[in-house]
Nanobody, 117 residues
Framework: QVQLVESGGGLVQAGGSLRLSCVAS????????MGWYRQAPGKQRELVAA???????SYADSVKGRFTISRDNAKNTVYLQMNSLKPEDTAVYYC???????????WGQGTQVTVSS
């Protein structure tokens, strides 16, 4: 069983920055594939960024060049650095962990990000 705890959300003005953190416990973190998703009111949850156990990254087109996902295996933590935030980035952001063979998936409780115009 993997437990994920997100932090770092909050209220920020457009153009500002936030860094989200997700601390994982209960597994060998370095073998997990990690991702950040978001869900805005009335919309489906969508992938924002992902990083594999090997460190390969991928991003949604809407955040490319503005967001950066990274991981620190020594701290069992995955980060999402969000720059040049826009009001449309407002959502609850969730951390997701997939086991190495992607047979199990775990979600965090979410952290609210609100970007004011």
């Amino acid at each position: 069983q993997v437990q994920l705890v997100e932090s770092g959300g909050g209220l920020v003005q457009a153009g500002g920055s936030l860094r989200l953190s997700c601390v994982a416990s209960g597994s060998i973190f370095s073998r997990n594939h990690m991702g950040w998703y978001r869900q805005a009111p009335g919309k489906q949850r969508e992938l924002v960024a992902a990083i594999t156990s090997g460190g390969s990254t991928s991003y949604a087109d809407s955040v490319k060049g503005r967001f950066t996902i990274s991981r620190d295996n020594a701290k069992n933590t995955v980060y999402l650095q969000m720059n040049s935030l826009k009001p449309e980035d407002t959502a609850v952001y969730y951390c997701k962990a997939d086991s190495f063979l992607r047979t199990q998936t775990y979600w965090g409780q979410g952290t609210q990000v609100t970007v004011s115009s």
